[in-house]
């Protein structure tokens, strides 16, 4: 048990279009789904902290206004990357737990490639 | 907030060798402390956890040690294997702060086989 599906695994969008992340539960519901930023070879940065039907928490140096968040039901979450750049290129990946803690089960990440 | 430091960044072992990994968290109050590995290219996946109400917890070849005093834990795998070549992060957790895991910076493992 636990699975979280998270789509699409590779995406490349040009330069100033928006992208979106989801992020399942297939097998459970989620409290709690946290989206991260992972640089190769480096650790998870949490980027934010989303809580179903509330308002995401973001990290400090995160742009809500850029990484749009929404937690529409227990079982997804959704991450947008709006207005695309290059620098936004990167590995996201999302987690999801029953309950606070408990252990975190993590999607399969996403690499996005902004040309 | 809390700081955990995970060391050492890379670890070079030969097969049948044991492997330690070591983490130091900052916050006394942080009680559940998971550890994840992820393989290239997969997610992390949690292998073991210990929370502060005891001192070690084994699982076959791995174990976690945890030592409240010290505020640090580490990971103990035996008799490794090329397959668990991968990365692995610990993590801190504690209530309070609706338990929102600080991740380490993770200590990359390499079997020789």
């Known amino acids: 048990g636990a699975v979280v599906s998270q789509h699409p695994s590779r995406v490349i969008c040009k330069s100033g279009t928006s992208v979106k992340i989801e992020c399942r539960s297939l097998d459970f519901q989620a409290t709690t789904m946290f989206w991260y930023r992972q640089f190769p070879k480096k650790s998870l940065m949490l980027m934010a902290t989303s809580n179903e039907g509330s308002k995401a928490t973001y990290e400090q140096g995160v742009e809500k206004d850029k990484f749009l968040i929404n937690h529409a039901s227990l079982t997804l979450s959704t991450l947008t990357v709006t207005s695309a750049h290059p620098e936004d290129s990167s590995f996201y990946i999302c987690?999801?737990?029953?309950?606070?803690?408990?252990?975190?089960?993590f999607g399969n990440g996403t690499r996005l490639t902004v040309t | 907030g809390e700081n955990v430091e995970q060391h050492p960044s890379t670890l070079s072992v030969q097969e049948g060798d044991s492997a330690v990994i070591k983490c130091t968290y900052s916050d006394s109050a942080s009680n559940y402390f998971p550890w994840y590995k992820q393989e290239l290219g997969k997610r992390p996946q949690l292998i073991i956890d210990?929370?502060?109400?005891?001192g070690e917890k084994k699982d076959q070849r791995i174990a976690v040690t945890l030592n409240k005093t010290a505020k640090h834990f580490s990971l103990h795998i035996t008799e490794t294997q090329p397959e668990d070549s991968a990365v692995y992060f610990c993590a801190a957790s504690m209530s309070g702060g609706s338990y929102i895991p600080t991740f380490g910076r993770g200590t990359s493992l390499i079997v020789h086989p």
């Open positions: 987690s999801a737990r029953r309950e606070f803690n408990s252990p975190l089960h």
């Open positions: 210990i929370r502060s109400n005891v």
